[in-house]
């Protein structure tokens, strides 16, 4: 996703979750050979789609860096760690 490549994911929550925020994702339910040829022709004819989800990837970009997942983290780790105190 940084580098602009949409990719081609399982249907996992937190992809599912990410990609309803983002749509940056080609999900599949299972990774059968058919499966995934469906996916990988999905994104190589139809042009639109995968510019747009290109562009979305350019967007979410912005969003998923180590700055903003930094605060995140360390705010979490405060959280635990008072839990022990």
Do not use: G
Not at 8 to 15: L, T
Not at 22 to 37: A, G, K, N, R, W
């Amino acid at each position: 996703m940084q580098a602009e490549v949409p990719s081609i994911n399982m249907r996992f929550p937190e992809y599912v979750h990410l990609n309803n925020t983002y749509q940056v994702f080609e999900l599949v339910d299972d990774l059968s050979p058919t499966t995934l040829v469906t996916a990988i022709e999905q994104l190589l004819h139809d042009t639109e789609h995968y510019q747009q989800l290109v562009a979305n990837c350019q967007k979410a970009r912005q969003q998923w860096t180590w700055q903003h997942e930094e605060k995140r983290l360390v705010a979490f780790m405060q959280r635990l760690f008072n839990d022990f105190e």
